[in-house]
């Protein structure tokens, strides 16, 4: 499919009931994703971030879209990236984030409201609401369906209630964003609340302990499509972390045990290249 074909794909996987979006890293990763059957992929600004070793939030927007390309030009699925805050402040800013977004082979990515400025770690409302708008702008002046979700980060940053989340997302979903998203929702009830109060497709973040919830509990509140977040990337480093540990206390290798196989990694990447072609314009 090429880029206009994956954009009306990704769109409509939003209307088909509750999808999973898994967030990768790298070629390697998108390959096991697809061939696991995941029918679109994502980005994550911290995994992005770790693998040029720095922290969420230390990237630039060159950066973070050379990432994107990276993982459009081998992925034969629709790909959305998190492009953080837009990488400005300005509404200008923003809308021109989400055009470079789109020539790197993106078909969808997110904006949030969070400032990086601990003073003031999110943006006034009118600000939020104005940089959300410029955003869907650009994205509707795309000659495909460029799927823009806006983030409400209150819950990540502290202070902020539901009836102030709910509040910017409904602002946001009448500004012109496809997909609204409020990352840290505490429970169910919470998530039932957002689903129930906009008439667009709510995303979850799976990836916090006590606060991560099952694919039929959430798309029974009413969740259309379930992110991953930085939890994959966290896993697998996770496995890396024990095998080293294994190596350095004990020298004994029992991690080759559960390590998957150098074919069967081979043969998700060979189906990976089987795909890629197809997608060219």
Known sequence: MNQPQLARAFQALHQAGTFVIPNVWDGGSAAVMAGLGFQALATSSS???????????????AEALAHARLITAVSPLPVAADLENGFGAAPEVVADTIRLAAEAGLVGGS???????????????????????????AARQLPFPFVLTARAEGFL?????LEDTLRRLQAF???GADVLFAP????????????????????????MRDRSFSVPELAAAGVRRVSLSTSLYRSAMAGLAAAGREVMQSGTFT???????SDQLGSYLRGLQRQVPSQKV
């Open 157 to 161: 940053y502290g202070g902020v209630d």
């Open 255 to 261: 991690y080759l045990e559960e390590a998957m196989p």
């Open 47 to 61: 995994a992005c971030a770790a693998t040029l070793g720095r922290l969420d939030g230390e990237i630039t927007r």
């Open 184 to 207: 840290g929702l505490p429970d169910l009830p919470a998530v039932r609340s957002v689903c129930a109060a906009l008439r667009r497709p709510v995303n979850f973040m799976v990836g």
């Open 173 to 175: 979903e009448r500004a």
């Open 111 to 137: 904006i949030e409201d969070a400032s990086g400025d601990e003073r003031a770690p999110l943006y006034g409302f009118a600000h939020a609401v104005e940089r959300v708008a410029a955003a869907a702008e």
